[in-house]
């Protein structure tokens, strides 16, 4: 299968204001840590500039983060030098992974499954996570919860910070969902002003998949797993049809 993920891959060009942004957003770091082993790698898909990776790592356990960006990855490994702490990182596509270790637990957090836009692409997905997970490990993700009243108008809104160059920003989004791809399209438009004066304009797009809780309960099941939790939030609320989030904690079947 070739990379279909590099023309979706804008909104991480800029990987140190991203980080910024992002690193401080824990709250799915306890929910993770239960599942931790007490031995053997842990490997995180789509890890990013590592912001679950270094502290985990930083907790004495082994740790794995591949990513298909270059750009996030080669940050999370400075971040791990900085923090001293040793993180194997490599740069594979999480369809085709090609790991020479075996896990007892792998994770995906961000929402990271919602880059993987089509059906075949999530099949490829749970092969490849199926394949270096040991019998009996643990496979945990989220994904946003489709809530269709606010996905079925157009959001248009605008937000205001200032950027890690010092200048004031204001970005305008809009965000547009297809119900027969069940792809949102968000489209972001960043000014930045210095003074009263625009100084420049950047763009990006990001396109981002929905899955509905039946589709995914099948999707894991077909798989080779069996779900073990199923929590509408990382503080382990219920799922229900108002619920920010579907998170996952899977166990790959013992055949």
């Not at 007490?38 to 985990?56: F, M, N």
Request: proline fraction near 4%; aromatic fraction near 10%.
């Amino acid at each position: 299968m070739n990379n279909i993920f590099s023309d979706n891959l804008e909104k991480y060009a800029d990987a140190n204001e991203y980080d910024r942004k992002h690193e401080n957003f824990l709250i799915d770091l306890p929910l993770i840590l239960e599942w931790a082993p007490a031995d053997g790698p842990i490997v995180e898909l789509a890890c990013g500039t590592g912001r679950l990776t270094v502290p985990i790592a930083e907790l004495g356990h082994e740790m794995i983060g591949v990513d298909i960006h270059a750009g996030m990855l080669d940050l999370a490994k400075a971040k791990a030098i900085e923090k001293n702490v040793p993180i194997q990182c490599f740069l594979q596509d999480c369809t085709q992974l090609s790991l020479k270790q075996s896990t007892k637990l792998m994770f995906m957090c961000g929402n990271s499954f919602q880059h993987f836009l089509t059906n075949e692409v999530q099949d490829a997905l749970f092969q490849s996570v199926h394949r270096h997970l040991e019998d009996g490990g643990i496979f945990i993700f989220d994904t946003r919860n489709p809530i269709m009243e606010e996905l079925s108008k157009v959001d248009e809104y605008e937000e205001h910070f200032k950027h890690s160059n010092g200048l004031r920003v204001r970005e305008y989004h809009k965000e547009t969902y297809n119900p027969m791809t069940q792809i949102l399209h968000c489209e972001t438009e960043r000014r930045f002003f210095k003074g009263t004066n625009v100084a420049s304009v950047e763009n990006d797009k990001i396109s981002l998949r929905y899955v509905f809780p039946l589709e995914m309960r099948r999707l894991i099941n077909v798989h080779g797993f069996r779900i073990l939790h199923e929590y509408g939030d990382w503080k382990k609320g219920s799922l229900t049809p108002k619920s920010p989030q579907m998170i996952y904690v899977c166990q790959k079947k013992i055949v």
